[in-house]
């Protein structure tokens, strides 16, 4: 795919809005835009949210649930990215379900809903899935008693059903906050990529859609 001056919507949490960076323009978001030539980059990130429907809001706010706010995204998109999981495993009480849960109140229904609703609505436009990144204490069971590697599965298996592609940061993104030159290099925090991190996001992104 050539990437100069197509018009790319990017659905995410924290670390699409840039939460982890010194300044906007170190989010991955502006470095593909910057150095592809996009002629634009949506950034739909909000902190905190979560792929599918909470019965607890994130922070006091709105939910903010992905499947509700891909339909309100511009849908003149070239590319749709879309970036999330992390939440929904870190803080996300929406139990996990199971393949066949087609409500955004399981994490498996919220992951069919979200894609089939952005096949639906951008019908002939590259919809690009990318996992969710390594963690500090990903291991650690959450409130459904699994790890993130479980909601990298489920993302991934939910994407192939709909032919999606999926940029899996998760097996390559390289970044791996356990290693403690890789936290201190990408990941300080040990969830949030610095501007390193970002530009290697980026950078895998950009040759991601290349290939597409």
Known sequence: MELKGKKINFLGDSITQGVGTSSGENVFVEVVKREEGLAEARNYGISGTRIACQSTAADGKSDGNYCARALEMDPDADVVVVFGGTNDYGHGDAPLGTFDDRTRYTFWGACHELMRSLMERYPTSMIVIMTPTHRLNEKNPNCNGVGLDTYVDV?????????????????????????????????PDGLHPNDAGNRLIAERLAAFLRTL
């Open 155 to 187: 993302i991934k298996e939910a994407a192939r059903y709909y032919s999606l592609p999926v940029l899996d940061l998760f097996a390559m993104g390289g970044i791996q906050p356990d290693v403690e030159a890789s936290k201190t290099t990408y990941m």
